[in-house]
T-cell receptor, first 111, second 118 residues
Framework: SQKIEQNSEALNIQEGKTATLTCNYTNYSPAYLQWYRQDPGRGPVFLLL???NEKEKRKERLKVTFDTTLKQSLFHITASQPADSATYLC??????????WGAGTKLIIKP | GAVVSQHPSRVICKSGTSVKIECRSL??????MFWYRQFPKQSLMLMAT?????????EQGVEKDKFLINHASLTLSTLTVTSAHPEDSSFYIC??????????????FGPGTRLTVL
């Protein structure tokens, strides 16, 4: 069955450094992959979408890569700030507009 | 743009009562909306896909008679938890797909509803 894996352990990063989160998937070849941010007690917020024919996508301090050979996406936040602390979810297209979700990685940016 | 509202944000009810949660797309039309529930520190679990003007499609293991979904317009979907029990206590989140957003599956989420059944 289709499976998405994100590091379940919280990631602690010093303010100003680059945070890198990983999303691995198996038994699947998605047309695109998405990253969302979720704060406690809130719904997820869409950040970036990257298609299978795109190697890299950028938006301000965010960068996403998509390696369909490794079946992996990396999500980078450069010049990280305490306000970037949240749980980051990756999601893959399942078809019929449905998404398959990873469990998310909690990112903590320390001042 | 792409704002989704959800109401109420928090509800506490007695066991056996029914609770209705509303999900609205405020600045776009959504032919497809999704209802999720999420337990602490766990992934989003899709409950059902709501299509405007037709019956909802429920995921395996989700009781359609217990979780009634109505998607009567392009901007509103409702989830009614009938005869609620304490085990129904959870964080319910809706999302909407922008019908004018092309072929991508980007979903825009509401802020969620925290349901507590006593």
């Amino acid at each position: 069955s289709q499976k998405i894996e994100q590091n379940s352990e919280a990631l602690n990063i010093q303010e100003g450094k680059t945070a890198t989160l990983t999303c691995n998937y198996t038994n699947y070849s998605p047309a695109y992959l998405q990253w969302y941010r979720q704060d406690p007690g809130r719904g997820p917020v869409f950040l970036l979408l990257i298609r299978e024919n795109e190697k890299e996508k950028r938006k301000e301090r965010l960068k996403v890569t998509f390696d369909t050979t490794l079946k992996q996406s990396l999500f980078h936040i450069t010049a990280s700030q305490p306000a970037d602390s949240a749980t980051y979810l990756c999601a893959l297209t399942k078809g019929n507009y449905q998404l398959i979700w990873g469990a998310g990685t909690k990112l903590i940016i320390k001042p | 743009g792409a704002v989704v509202s959800q109401h109420p944000s928090r509800v506490i009810c007695k066991s056996g009562t029914s609770v209705k949660i509303e999900c609205r797309s405020l600045d776009f039309q959504a032919t497809t909306m999704f209802w999720y529930r999420q337990f602490p520190k766990q992934s989003l679990m899709l409950m059902a896909t709501s299509n405007e003007g037709s019956k909802a499609t429920y995921e395996q293991g989700v009781e359609k008679d217990k979780f009634l979904i109505n998607h009567a317009s392009l901007t509103l979907s409702t989830l009614t938890v009938t005869s609620a029990h304490p085990e129904d206590s959870s964080f319910y989140i809706c999302s909407a797909r922008d019908s004018g957003g092309g072929s991508t599956d980007t979903q825009y989420f509401g802020p969620g509803t925290r349901l507590t059944v006593l």
